[in-house]
């Protein structure tokens, strides 16, 4: 009855594609972008999900206005 109780390898994996989305989630809306490519970007990665979040990190990354 003991191993009913601990993570799977997919339990942990799915976890960790949460995580790296919220977090993804949360870059998105501390930064800021030219027009609307904020909401471009969070509806990709809401629609994309984990890929979406790679996309981001690669791509929109490079698109955030710089601090002053």
Same mark, same amino acid.
């Given at each position: 009855m003991y191993y009913l109780a601990m993570p799977g390898p997919y339990q942990i994996i799915l976890l960790l594609c949460i995580i790296f989305v919220i977090t993804t989630f949360i870059d998105i809306l501390k930064s800021k972008f030219n027009g609307n490519s904020k909401l471009v970007w969070f509806l990709v990665v809401f629609f994309l999900n984990f890929f979406g979040a790679i996309l981001y990190f690669t791509?929109?990354? #490079?698109? #955030?206005l710089a601090k002053q």
């Open positions: 791509i929109g990354r #490079k698109q #955030k």
